[in-house]
């Protein structure tokens, strides 16, 4: 059974801080990963695809690849109130399928 | 660019009615496109892959009896759940794959809230 596991937390960060999310999956396999949005009531919104190990950056968020430990992160920077959501850890496996986790609920103290 | 489209957005119907759902990717083509169910406070679940001009694939314990699924255009794919009732009421949401797209990025309709009375 392959499986992309998340902390549902809350996750609670000060306004302005770093905030951390974490993700791991079980098919050693899987080539192509994503990062979710979703506000509660709407459908997810894609902030970051990642394809190979490393980091990448794009404006407050990088996300890390680790295909050896089968690890892949989120990290945004200078946390804003409008950042509280679900984060939604997706991975493309070699069947094509993308494969959701169950999110980790994030909140910006303000 | 990018932009899927869900029609309609919410919809209540009574029980052992018919309700059709549907999702059209408006500036590209979509090769595949997805239909997903979503409970209270649980993640995406995958009901069925779309192709175009052919059969939907349906992930396991879900009836394609039950919830047809119709992709006659790269544009355009219709979810009909029949003889919907009660516990069929969830948030459906489709996504879309494009045909030039690398690393299969989808991008998600707007979702379809279905409330069965």
């Known amino acids: 059974q392959k499986e992309v596991e998340q902390n549902s937390g809350p996750l609670s960060v000060p306004e302005g801080a770093i905030a951390s999310l974490n993700c791991t999956y079980s098919?050693?396999?899987?080539?192509?990963f994503f990062w979710y949005r979703q506000y509660s009531g709407k459908s997810p919104e894609l902030i970051m695809s990642?394809?190979?190990?490393g980091d990448k950056e794009d404006g407050r968020f990088t996300a890390q690849l680790n295909k050896a430990s089968q690890y892949v992160s989120l990290l945004i920077r200078d946390s804003q109130p409008s950042d509280s959501a679900t984060y939604l850890c997706a991975v493309k496996g070699r069947d094509d399928k993308i494969i959701f986790g169950k999110g980790t609920r994030l909140h910006i103290l303000p | 660019g990018a932009v899927v489209s869900q029609h309609p957005s919410w919809v209540i119907c009574k029980s052992g009615t018919s309700v059709k759902i549907e999702c059209r990717s408006l500036?590209?083509?979509?090769?595949?496109m997805f239909w997903y169910r979503q409970f209270p406070k649980q993640s995406l679940m995958l009901m069925a892959t779309?192709?175009?001009?052919?059969?939907?694939?349906?992930e396991q314990g879900v009836e394609k009896d039950k919830f047809l699924i119709n992709h006659a255009s790269l544009t355009l794919s219709t979810l009909t759940v029949t003889s919907a009732h009660p516990e069929d009421s969830s948030f459906y949401i489709c996504?879309?794959?494009?045909?030039?797209?690398?690393?299969?990025?989808?991008?998600f309709g707007p979702g379809t809230r279905l409330t069965v009375l």
């Open positions: 990642i394809y190979s190990n």
């Open positions: 779309s192709n175009e001009g052919s059969k939907a694939t349906y």
């Open positions: 098919d050693r396999g899987s080539q192509s």
């Open positions: 500036d590209f083509q979509a090769t595949t």
């Open positions: 996504s879309a794959r494009a045909l030039e797209s690398r690393g299969n990025e989808q991008f």
